[in-house]
């Protein structure tokens, strides 16, 4: 999927959530996706809006990317972005199990949020630090499968499988469209979230 965030002969809209435990990359995710570039990023204060433009069959899609911050403190300000997303990648970090642990936590308050039947992807990051592996892909297999999800591998920082998972993304929101499983309104653009200042100092992190 090659794209762009020039919003030039868009035909459609899809809001999309990344959400998951602080540090387990979505912003990171995001960047190589937009900029093709790695870069250690400090953690999300409330949230972050992020549109990308790319080509799905003959048409071209916004993908509305909303980025969420993953403590615990912002947790009731993102759920309310979770509202009316058509898809959404649910993040967590394979060296770290309690990412893996709090994954129900999230995905309960976007079931809460998310328009019916929207397409979620579960997204095991840093795949490049496999020597360092605590979660195991027939773990994640298995919560996927339980929790009607599908799930891939990929590496922020190496661009391992980035691509292919909002490829993915993108193709399986269309496909529940023509479907009648979801809705969106085309041409429909939403406006990006417009969020307090804060001075508080957020360690980086290597995502």
């Known amino acids: ?16 959530v990344v959400l998951g435990d602080s540090g387990v ?12 570039k790695f870069a250690e990023t400090s953690s999300t204060i409330g949230v972050q809006y992020q549109p990308y433009v790319c080509p799905l069959d003959d048409q071209k899609v916004q993908l509305q990317l909303w980025d969420t911050a993953g403590q615990e403190r912002y947790r009731s300000i993102s759920k309310a ?5 058509v ?6 970090d394979i060296t770290v199990t309690t990412s893996f642990e709090n994954l129900a936590m999230w995905l309960e308050d976007l079931r809460q949020m998310c328009s019916p039947n ?17 979660i195991s892909e027939n773990e994640a297999k298995d919560f996927a499968l339980r ?12 661009g391992d499988n980035v691509v ?5 993304l993108a193709f399986m929101i269309s496909e529940k469209i023509k479907s009648g499983e979801i809705t ?3 041409g429909k653009r939403r406006a990006p979230p417009e969020l307090e200042e804060t001075n508080e100092e957020i360690p980086k992190c290597r995502c």
């Open 1 to 16: 999927m090659s794209g762009s965030k020039s919003d030039v002969g868009i035909t459609q809209f899809f809001k999309i």
């Open 25 to 36: 990359g979505k912003t990171a995710l995001i960047q190589r996706l937009t900029d093709n």
């Open 81 to 85: 972005y979770f509202r009316n997303a």
């Open 87 to 92: 898809g959404a990648l649910l993040v967590y």
């Open 118 to 134: 929207a397409f979620i992807l579960l997204v095991g990051n840093k795949s490049d630090r496999e020597s360092e592996r605590e």
């Open 147 to 158: 929790n009607r999800l599908e799930y891939i591998e990929a590496s922020a920082l190496s």
């Open 164 to 168: 292919k998972t909002f490829s993915r």
């Open 184 to 186: 969106t309104t085309p």
